[in-house]
């Protein structure tokens, strides 16, 4: 099983500043099959980020993603209000899902 | 656009079995995506459960697959996940998912619901 693991846990920033999440995984993943997602309280996961790097549809162009092998990084370039949340990477191998365990990202 | 709404009991007792329904709206459960289970322990992390596609074919997480079965309903265009032998740690929001083949992305999430187990 490939394992992700999402650095740092926790994220203090303010609105305005530049945000850098790192997913890193045990084995080396696809880049087609690496995702990212957001989770406010409450509220289901939304997809930001397909294939490592391609927005959803309706994602602002501030979220981007970027990597492979093992490394994968989320960049929010400049942070808005609605953007403080928890946002998690996912992989897809061998017929099976697996999720990083979150990173915070909360208002300094 | 896909619209997805889980269904069931609330609160199930532990030893039984927990069974979801997922509602899918807007599009056609035959049409081509693979349909999913995730679920999220309160204040954890998540977790992917399993998936089928229409045809029948399904895939589940190795740590639950002795417990977990998925099935689909074309004619009523809903997919059910069933889980056996609950206990406190399968208390979870579960959310019901669509994923798109080519990408493995989960694309669309229902709302979730949240299952304890308790008696």
């Known amino acids: 099983e490939i394992v992700l693991t999402q650095s740092p846990g926790t994220l203090s920033l303010s609105p305005g500043e530049r945000a850098t999440l790192s997913c890193r995984a045990s084995q080396s993943v696809s880049s087609s099959y690496l995702a990212w997602y957001q989770q406010k309280p409450g509220q289901a996961p939304r997809l930001l980020i397909y294939g490592a790097s391609s927005r959803a549809t309706g994602i602002p162009d501030r979220f981007s993603g970027s990597g492979s092998g093992t490394d994968f990084t989320l960049t929010i370039s400049r942070l808005e209000p609605e953007d403080f949340a928890v946002y998690y990477c996912q992989q897809y191998g061998s017929s099976r899902y697996t999720f990083g365990q979150g990173t915070k990202l909360e208002i300094k | 656009q896909v619209q997805l709404q889980e269904s069931g009991p609330g609160l199930v007792k532990p030893s039984e079995t927990l069974s979801l329904t997922c509602t899918v709206s807007?599009?056609?459960?035959?049409?081509?995506?693979?349909w999913g289970w995730i679920r999220q322990p309160p204040g954890k992390g998540l977790e992917w459960i399993g998936s089928?596609?229409?045809?029948?074919?399904?895939y589940y997480n190795p740590s639950l697959k002795s417990r977990v079965t998925i099935s689909v309903d074309t004619s009523k265009n809903q997919f059910s996940l069933k889980l056996s032998s609950v206990t406190a740690a399968d208390t979870a929001v579960y959310y019901c998912a669509s994923i798109v083949s080519g990408a493995a992305t989960i694309s669309n999430w229902g709302q979730g619901t949240l299952v304890t187990v308790s008696s």
């Open positions: 089928i596609y229409h045809s029948g074919s399904t």
């Open positions: 807007g599009y056609s459960i035959s049409s081509g995506y693979y």
